[in-house]
């Protein structure tokens, strides 16, 4: 599988998943049709299905045009079936969704959303994120708890290390500043953010990350208790 990275809306981020033998294609998160149909079409692709990590228009605002134009079914939580736009095919928490030589497992992780969830590829030691676990960061709380949202970043901790995470926005310059400012002492983040710095002025993305690079970087997934974790949420909300 070939992963790209498609940029959409301000700092949005889509995600196709082409199967090279096939010529077919998932996209994730498609926050508008425009840009993921320019691409399938240079490169004359065709578009099989539609993954939501969540409900917000910023990730399924494309999903109307790209089912209309391509045929494509619509993948998402069961429980958020009354919000996900065209929605075909529900999946549940450790689900294995497979078609043809598309294999992921859904892992509920609440939290951003109640009905949040992830896209974990492990053939291709790629997880899909969305909102809640960014690169040097993690999405804001608008539904769920401080301890769903804690426990939802235990669950991909816990993956291999090597695994790639792609998430829903270009955050990592205004994460790292955080980050920084609470873990002054981190040689690993400090190598990171030089990375970062030299990527984004090459105009290139700062993804995909890796878990590994998390847990060595990333505050919220450094800090080990649902109280810290809480604090650094709050602060980084009013940061
Ligand atoms: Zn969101
Ligand atoms: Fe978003």
């Known amino acids: 599988m070939k992963i790209e990275i498609i940029p959409c809306l301000q700092d949005n981020y889509s995600y196709l998943i ?3 033998k096939k010529n077919t294609a998932c996209v994730v998160d498609p926050s508008e049709s425009n840009p993921i149909i320019k691409f399938l079409e240079d490169k004359k692709i065709d578009l099989k299905f539609i993954l939501n990590t969540h409900h917000h228009y910023d990730h399924v605002g494309g999903n109307k045009e790209l089912k209309e134009k391509y045929g494509a079914s619509v993948i998402g939580f069961k429980g958020d079936k009354h919000r996900i736009p065209e929605i075909d095919i529900f999946v ?3 689900e294995n969704w497979k078609h043809n030589n598309f294999e992921a ?3 509920h992780i609440p939290g951003h959303t109640l009905g949040h969830i992830c896209f974990y590829f492990y053939n291709d030691k790629s997880i899909f994120t969305g ?5 040097l960061g993690c999405g804001r709380i608008f539904e769920g708890t401080y301890s769903q949202m804690y426990e939802s970043l235990k669950k991909l901790k816990e993956l291999p290390h090597d695994t790639k995470i792609f998430c829903g926005h270009e955050y990592t ?8 400012a609470h ?7 400090k190598n990171k953010i030089i990375n970062i710095k030299k990527k984004l002025q090459e105009k290139l993305p700062t993804i995909p990350s890796t878990i590994k690079e998390e847990l060595e970087c990333n505050i919220f997934l450094r800090s080990d208790n649902v109280k810290t974790f809480s604090k650094l949420r709050d602060l980084k909300d009013n940061f």
Do not use: A, P, V, Y
Not at 131 to 135: G, I, M
């Open 18 to 20: 082409i199967d090279e």
């Open 131 to 135: 909102d809640t676990l960014f690169s």
């Open 105 to 107: 497992k859904i892992i």
């Open 92 to 94: 549940d928490d450790q």
């Open 183 to 189: 873990d002054q002492n981190n040689k690993n983040l």
């Open 173 to 180: 310059m205004q994460n790292s500043r955080f980050c920084l």
